[in-house]
């Protein structure tokens, strides 16, 4: 195939391929290559191109942008990049004529067979997508507010790919829009997906002892391509099609109500360390794009696995911007979850910089203002920012709420007051900052770890069939099994596991802070006890929709709309301490079971706290109920005395956790009468909520 000349030289921005009414300019960055060629291909599984223009370094170059227009191409065109330069590892340069690269800008990329990113077989092209051909209908994003907000983290092909005949398109864009009804349904507010950018679904040729069958990339944190959605998530990708349906999606999610959340993974590429595959960055400007070890053949590693992107460098940060940028006005996406954000405050040199440039341009970006940002504050080496993490833009995933509320209800000891000041906020850990309840991501459980019925039915992971001999995943699980390791027919250990989920449910509603649930737990899905499914794209991750715990999901939906009704567990700012209404009762009242205000200095296993509703303590337009919530982590029957209800008022029973369905919870309008005012016995490894009500 001889190059073609094409004297159109094209524009240098925007980055990426333009679709123009005659013809497509396509423009990228390198700095340090000599040579780029852009290669066309017919098809996907071509090899060979049909077309390769190589462009003049003088006229097909501004700075260091090469770009150049191509007349008569059309929406669908497939191509690749090839560069020449200096191979020189020891100076971080990995140029190389042979390898095909990826567009770090493109649209979308072909995604209908197993990717060969060595360069001896079929790799994926950059499709050109047309941006303009979509009709929205008015959609825009939602901006539901972050005091308001409930999060469902899950995986997007996982929610319908095991559904039998109940969904027509499982496992696709096309099958969220057919669970809507259930999400709906539900009363979550916002939907965080885990990464849906490009990446190779088989990148690893690990086996699964018991089966075989070679391991797939799961979860997805291991992007190819920012700016394309995983094509394998169509029904139909022909020409890119994939765009199209997950616009639809985002369309029909927006108009029942819920928001998109995208877990983004700016921290590191597919591309591996030093002995990984060369397919982008590292073949357009390894240098630039990487943090580089002192000796340049090696790439620094904070994100655990291999590379790490050298976010703060300017290229680096204008690409990042670009790409969230894209997904809020292309795409209409509500907000993003940033894996390992800690990462993005590293500086060139792997310090961190509470006030990186990265950071700082992500929180204060115009297109991005009304975005929700959601940094997991940490990353694989050890920095750790949870309540530091820069400006008050920024929302937290809360690892210590996590923690310590996991440990109370387990009974350990000395956990009372770090579980009290989890519920109350973590004040500890965010009003410093400036920071209010809702920056909090409250969770229990996440897709890292054990499900939530499995955090109470093993006390050890179980992933052997992950192919690493059960070496991956953490050991840190804080877990119990109630008494049995994994399936029991025993009714008593299944009683108190059941019990044990609705306990940690009824403490997530009921923190302050923003609440997010893993998919599935509301209906008690299972890994079997593996607590780092990230390679298992089968029954152990996907929701087994034929084994749903309807007494669960019952408990759930009747708790997330106890919540969204009820301002008091919604508040703006923090507790206070102090009577602003005047009616004789602080904002929060902290008690011991024995109703005697809580010595700190003592050991408890049992909290109580009454909340004041007035509208004065709640920051709300109206008055809220007043409320009484009674936990008792020992596994002794306590009884609970407090004092009576406020002044011409009673209390009633809202939730009682040991109670079977529909005792357990009671419906908008309906509650459980309480005779004794002043004490109530509650269950071993129980919650109760009290809710005042007009006499």
Not at 476 to 482: E, F, G, P, R, Y
Not at 584 to 598: E, P
Request: hydrophobic letters at 35%.
């Amino acid at each position: 195939m001889k190059n073609k000349k094409c004297n159109n030289i094209g524009f240098a921005l925007p980055l990426g391929s333009t679709l123009l009414n005659n013809g497509i300019n396509f423009s990228i960055f390198s700095r340090n290559a000599t040579s780029v060629t852009l290669n066309i291909f017919k098809n996907p599984i071509d090899i060979e191109p049909s077309e390769k223009y190589t462009l003049d370094p003088v006229e097909n170059k501004t700075g260091d942008i090469w770009h150049i227009f191509l007349p008569g191409k059309s929406s669908g065109t497939l191509y690749l990049y090839t560069m020449d330069g200096p191979w020189q590892p020891e100076n971080g340069h990995l140029f190389n004529r042979h390898n095909y690269l990826l567009d770090p800008y493109a649209k979308a990329l072909t995604d209908e067979i197993r990717w060969d990113l060595t360069g001896r077989g079929i790799m994926p092209k950059c499709i050109v997508i047309c941006c303009d051909n979509f009709d929205w209908e008015n959609d825009k994003p939602l901006n539901i507010p972050m005091h308001r907000t409930v999060i469902y983290e899950t995986h997007l092909t996982g929610l319908t790919k095991n559904g039998g005949t109940r969904f027509k398109y499982p496992g696709t864009y096309r099958g969220v829009v057919e669970i809507i009804p259930y999400l709906k349904d539900l009363g979550i507010t916002s939907i965080e997906f885990l990464p849906i950018f490009e990446f190779d679904s088989f990148e690893g040729t690990r086996k699964n002892p018991n089966t075989g069958d070679v391991l797939e990339n799961y979860w997805g944190y291991s992007t190819a391509a920012f700016f394309a959605p995983k094509g394998l998530y169509a029904y139909n990708r022909e020409n890119g099609n994939q765009v199209n349906e997950f616009k639809e999606m985002v369309r029909e999610l927006h108009r029942n109500g819920i928001e998109i959340i995208l877990d983004v993974v700016f921290n590191h590429t597919g591309e591996g360390n030093e002995n990984g595959p060369i397919y982008s960055f590292k073949g357009i400007d390894n240098s630039i794009y990487y943090m580089l070890e002192r000796d340049k053949r090696y790439y620094r590693n904070y994100s655990g696995c291999g590379n790490t992107l050298n976010c703060n460098n300017p290229i680096v940060s204008d690409f990042i911007i670009d790409c969230l940028r894209y997904w809020v006005t292309e795409m209409h996406i509500d907000g993003f979850r940033f894996d390992l954000a800690s990462i993005l405050a590293r500086e060139e040199d792997g310090n961190i910089n509470d006030y990186a440039i990265l950071v700082r341009r992500i929180g204060e970006d115009p297109v991005l203002r009304k975005s929700k940002l959601i940094a997991e504050p940490w990353d694989a080496a050890g920095a750790h920012q949870t309540g530091n993490f820069s400006g008050v833009r920024w929302a937290e995933w809360n690892d210590r709420y996590r923690d310590d509320i996991r440990q109370f209800w387990r009974g350990d000891s000395s956990y009372f007051k770090r579980a009290a000041t989890r519920i109350a906020g973590s004040s500890d850990m965010f009003s410093h900052s400036n920071k209010k309840p809702f920056h909090s991501i409250n969770f229990i459980t996440a897709h890292d770890g054990f499900t939530l019925i499995d955090l109470m039915s093993y006390n050890k992971k179980h992933n052997l069939e992950n192919g690493e001999d059960n070496r991956d995943g953490s050991n840190h699980n804080l877990s119990h099994n109630c008494g049995a390791e994994g399936v029991t027919t025993n009714p008593i250990i299944n009683k108190l596991r059941i019990q044990q989920v609705k306990n940690h449910l009824a403490t997530l509603f009921l923190s302050q802070g923003t609440p997010m649930i893993l998919g599935g737990d509301e209906i008690c899905r299972t890994q079997q006890g593996n607590n780092n499914a990230y390679c298992q794209n089968n029954e152990i991750s996907w929701f087994d929709w034929d084994n749903m715990n309807d007494e669960v999901l019952r408990f759930t939906k009747l708790l997330i709309n106890f919540r969204q009704r009820h301002a008091a567990f919604q508040r703006k700012d923090f507790y206070t301490g102090l009577d602003i209404s005047n009616n004789k009762l602080a904002d929060i009242t902290w008690c011991t079971y024995s109703g005697n205000i809580m010595n700190w200095n003592e050991e408890h296993k049992c909290l109580a706290f009454q909340l004041d509703g007035s509208r004065k303590e709640i920051n709300a337009p109206s008055d809220d109920n007043d409320f009484y919530v009674m936990l008792n982590s020992t596994q002794e029957e306590m009884i609970f005395k407090f004092n009576k209800a406020p002044e011409n008022k009673k209390w009633v029973i809202k939730i009682d956790t040991s109670k079977e369905s529909p005792k357990d919870i009671y419906s908008k309008g309906t509650y459980g009468d309480l005779e004794d005012q002043t004490t109530y016995k509650v269950a071993a490894k129980s919650l109760v909520l009290l809710k005042s009500l007009p006499i």
